[in-house]
């Protein structure tokens, strides 16, 4: 029983902690791909190239002092970005890194991912109501609205991958594309899950919570220190657990590119982080290119736009599946 | 293997136990709590605990669809119609009394509802306990109960009859060999006993079952048996969703709106004649 238990926790920290490094590098990745977009050095001096500036802004949200606002609600202003963080945390519990190497192969895998998304929102808006300020306040409202819609698209691109599958277990998704990537015959639907999930996580450009000229800087204003740092970490674990999805969804997971034996010599998590890195770059060139979208025009995006299309996809792939008789048993 | 059977069986109803604790309790808080958001708050945590004691049943499909639909769809839009509303505690803490008398009634029915169905075992039970150990929980719960109950009798008796006190004592006392007895024989009496039978031919059931998911089975069941049901429960939500849209559409004639489609057909040179001719 002692085994099991210990057995348990080292997986689960071998999961966190390596995901906490990839959050933390991630952040230095995107300021060195931003300046180097916009011409300019980016962070240099802490180490060599800078490789040591991610510890270094850990280090200063650590030792900062935590200010409570006065009028702000404790309970749940506390409770807020640990429930962010716990989320970004455990979805990571079914992702399949290579062939069986997962922490839980649960059956109902996607829609546990789908659920813990889902449960996100709370973070969101706890965060807002319970600092009792205007700007964040409203930075909430909006985060929540863009969550939710963007969550139906995000849904039914998924059930059309499903159909495809025949399972909702992760890494029968990564084994059906043994043959071919869905990113080849779903093309479309991969461009329309990456811009769904750029807004599900709340990234440029529908940035709108952080739109610093309007709402100072969203939910979030009012977090000093390590709330903060959880919020940030929760987010961009977010990121990086967005991609991955695009990865095994689309991208056919650990599987490489193409079926040779050479290039099965390298690991499977090898080829998953090389594509995940390939959409976190994906993240990061958005930002740098696009300006931000107008409120109501992301509404539009996200009900008039990819509502219908996605739906319409879920019902053609279906349907193509269904007349030609290839439907997975 | 046993002992991890057994280990484990005694966490399954453990956790039970703080689910379904943790759900009541929480359910209490919903209408107790001062404030609205913490009262919706205190319904997210329902829904989760609710969501794993389904898990806990291996209705795991149920319980992950229970949490998107409840907690991530309806129970967001409670919270942000009450965030929303601005409302002044004072208000509600006038009389808590007020709708006791209604709350109760139903109250009311809905325990004489499950006590009904209690009798009549809508779910047919599959009795996990036959390897013969009684779970730890159950063991616990039988002793308390027996001596909370026997404690009570024996007060009862001294206050009421202390003349019959030692009758009384010894009957405990066989009683409680009873139990005991009851108790140690149910765990001596293992599956081992059961398998030293020679010469019997066994059916290995699991080779020959069909293994599905609940998906799967859920997905048989409610697109052939359930259909109507099925399709009817989705045009009511239709309907539903039509109506709401049709109270909430209304064009204001002054409101300047952008219109995408026009705004991307709009020919480029046309529109510089336009301002030319201007």
Redo the contacts between chains.
Sequence with gaps: MLFFLLSIIAKILGIVVPLLVAVAYLTLAERKVMASMQRRKGPNVVGFFGILQPLADGLKLLIKEPVLPSSANTVVFLAAPVLTFLLALIAWAVIPFGEGMVLCDLDVGMLYIFAVSSLGVYGVIMAGWSSNSKYAFLGALRSTAQMVSYEVSLGLIIITVLVCVGSLNLSDIVLAQQDVWFAVPLFPLLLLFFISCLAETNRAPFDLPEAEAELVAGYNVEYSSMGFALFFLGEYANMIMMSVLCVILFLGGWLPPLSLTILYWIPGSMWLGLKTILFLFLYIWVRAAFPRYRYDQLMRLGWKVFLPLSLAWVLFVAGVLVAFDILPS | ME??KK?LLCMMSVLFNVFAGLALLSGIMVIRAKNP?YSV?FL?LVFCNASGLLLLINL??FA??F??VY???IA?LF??VV?MLNIKLAEINDNILRYLPIGGMFGLLFLAEILLLLEQDLVPVVLYHTNGILPFMEYIMMFVTFFAWSAVCVLWVCVSQPWTLPSVLSQWGTWRNQLMYKVNTYSSLTMHDAYNYENVDYVLWPHTMEQT???HTLGHVVYTYYMVFFIMASVILLISMIGAIVLTMHKGVFVKR?E?FEQNTRDFSKTLQKIKNM
């Design positions: 002992c991890v280990n958001v708050l997210i795991d499909f992950m669809v949490l998107v907690v991530g769809a967001v919270l942000f965030m998911t609940t998906v952008q995408v």
